[in-house]
Nanobody, 121 residues
Framework: QVQLAESGGGLVQPGGSLRLSCAASGSILSITTMGWYRQAPGKQRELVATMPSGGPTNYADSVKGRFAISRDNAKNTVYLQMNSLKPEDTAVYYC???????????????WGKGTLVTVSS
């Protein structure tokens, strides 16, 4: 089927930067929206940024001006550049994609397993 694999998480000091990557693999015919969500301890999963193919990007207000989402469609990969990180950005970050796979007539939502980002001094 389809797998999403995140990488790039880790420990960073406040004010630092990290770049997350997520590669989709499998029997992929097309990918529409790719994006990032996060879940902090004790909180619900929330949208961070999404990037539809051919459409405008969407960011959570809390990350506007600090985070940037981008895609490499040839590699079925989405990135999240995170700058000026704050302790409240600490969370597990999940990759999300709407993928039309071989044998399916419409796109389905897939999730990665998540990568932990910890912002702490």
């Amino acid at each position: 089927q389809v797998q999403l694999a995140e990488s790039g998480g880790g420990l960073v000091q406040p004010g630092g930067s990290l770049r997350l990557s997520c590669a989709a693999s499998g029997s992929i015919l097309s990918i529409t929206t790719m994006g990032w969500y996060r879940q902090a301890p004790g909180k619900q999963r929330e949208l961070v940024a999404t990037m539809p193919s051919g459409g405008p990007t969407n960011y959570a207000d809390s990350v506007k001006g600090r985070f940037a989402i981008s895609r490499d469609n040839a590699k079925n990969t989405v990135y999240l550049q995170m700058n000026s990180l704050k302790p409240e950005d600490t969370a597990v970050y999940y990759c999300n994609a709407v993928v039309r796979a071989t044998g399916f007539s419409h796109g389905l939502v897939y999730w990665g397993k998540g990568t932990l980002v910890t912002v702490s001094s």
